[in-house]
Nanobody
Framework: QVQLVESGGGLVQAGGSLRLSCAASGRTFSIYHIGWFRQAPGKEREFVAAIRWSGGSTSYADSVKGRFTISQDNAKNTVYLQMTNLKPEDTAVYYC?????????????????WGQGTQVTVSS
């Protein structure tokens, strides 16, 4: 079992920035990749970004490429999502999750352990 806890969400004006954190605990040695997803009201959960747990490789959705950066601190068992130039359409609950599939995996069903989510609201 892996436990994930997200934090860092909040209310920000359009054009602003936020950094989300995803702290992992439990059987962290079993993690292959960690991804960030988001779900806006009335919409399906969608892939945002993912990072290889052992370091380096990353993957992004086209909608956030160039604005969001995913990174990790293995010493702290934490993955970050730095979000810049935020837009109202980025408003959603953001979740982190683990997968043992490929780094480019974007299907929600292929991610197994999930955090509880953190709300991000971007005002216009």
């Amino acid at each position: 079992q892996v436990q994930l806890v997200e934090s860092g969400g909040g209310l920000v004006q359009a054009g602003g920035s936020l950094r989300l954190s995803c702290a992992a605990s439990g059987r962290t040695f079993s993690i292959y990749h960690i991804g960030w997803f988001r779900q806006a009201p009335g919409k399906e959960r969608e892939f945002v970004a993912a990072i290889r747990w052992s370091g380096g490789s990353t993957s992004y959705a086209d909608s956030v490429k160039g604005r969001f950066t995913i990174s990790q601190d293995n010493a702290k068992n934490t993955v970050y999502l730095q979000m810049t130039n935020l837009k109202p359409e980025d408003t959603a609950v953001y979740y982190c999750a683990t997968t043992r599939y490929s780094l480019s995996e974007r299907r929600v069903s292929k991610y197994d352990f999930w955090g509880q989510g953190t709300q991000v609201t971007v005002s216009s």
